[in-house]
């Protein structure tokens, strides 16, 4: 059985840093490129970050760029979210998504960013 | 970045049919933005129902389908059901980078 599960959210102070972590289990988690999305409390979905299977190649959507590091490590099965510099409009559950049709989400794991 | 644009809300009677659009503030929505279509329900993570354009999941109920349409991306619902009421979200890919659009709100009444 697939499964995502993020972890390492929590409350932080603007200007703090969060490492987000989703371990996967149940595929050949190398074989897939990750993306890591986010919704903000009653807001819609925004698409943050992705990674290929290799690491070789990654995006970020504009608002992260500079602030935001997406990364992988295939022995352990594990994508990360290195989160810099964090805005009260990061506010938001981010989840980890397997990008095969975008077909497995995890549950998300919330991130608060408030002094 | 580009901007996504989808009806915020929407209302269909049960058994009824409704399309919910996509566009892109690039121009014509197109293949080539793989169209995407979630679905989300309250404390729910997003599921997808269409990707591709009109592909399914396994999950995916008959009643959906995806096309284009007048140069935007379409998801059609026919013969709602109240356990289609939910939000549901356009997602383009731009070469890259990936859009969702704002969401529209599904009322089944």
């Known amino acids: 059985e697939v499964q995502l599960v993020e972890s390492g959210g929590g409350l932080v102070q603007p200007g703090g840093s969060l490492r987000l972590s989703c371990a996967a289990s149940?595929?050949?988690?190398?074989?897939?490129?990750m993306t890591w999305v986010r919704q903000a409390p009653g807001k819609g979905l925004e698409w943050v970050a992705n990674m290929k299977q290799d690491g070789s190649e990654y995006n970020y959507v504009d608002s992260v760029k500079g602030r935001f590091t997406i990364s992988r490590d295939n022995a352990k099965n594990s994508l990360y979210l290195q989160m810099n510099s964090l805005r009260a409009e990061d506010t938001a559950v981010y989840y980890c998504?397997?990008?095969?049709?975008?077909?497995?989400w995890g549950q998300g794991t919330l991130v608060t960013v408030s002094s | 970045q580009a901007v996504v644009t989808q009806e915020p809300s929407l209302t269909v009677s049960p058994g009824g049919t409704v399309t919910l659009t996509c566009g892109s503030s690039t121009g014509a929505v197109t293949s080539g933005h793989y169209p995407y279509w979630f679905q989300q329900k309250p404390g729910q993570a997003p599921r997808t129902l269409i990707y591709d354009t009109s592909n399914k999941h396994s999950w995916t109920p008959a009643r959906f389908s995806g096309s284009l349409l007048g140069g935007k991306a379409a998801l059609t619902l026919s013969g709602a059901q109240p356990e289609d009421e939910a939000e549901y979200y356009c997602f383009l890919s731009y070469s890259g980078p990936w859009v969702f659009g704002g969401g529209t709100k599904l009322t089944v009444l």
């Open positions: 149940g595929f050949t988690f190398s074989s897939f490129w």
């Open positions: 998504v397997r990008e095969n049709f975008f077909d497995y």
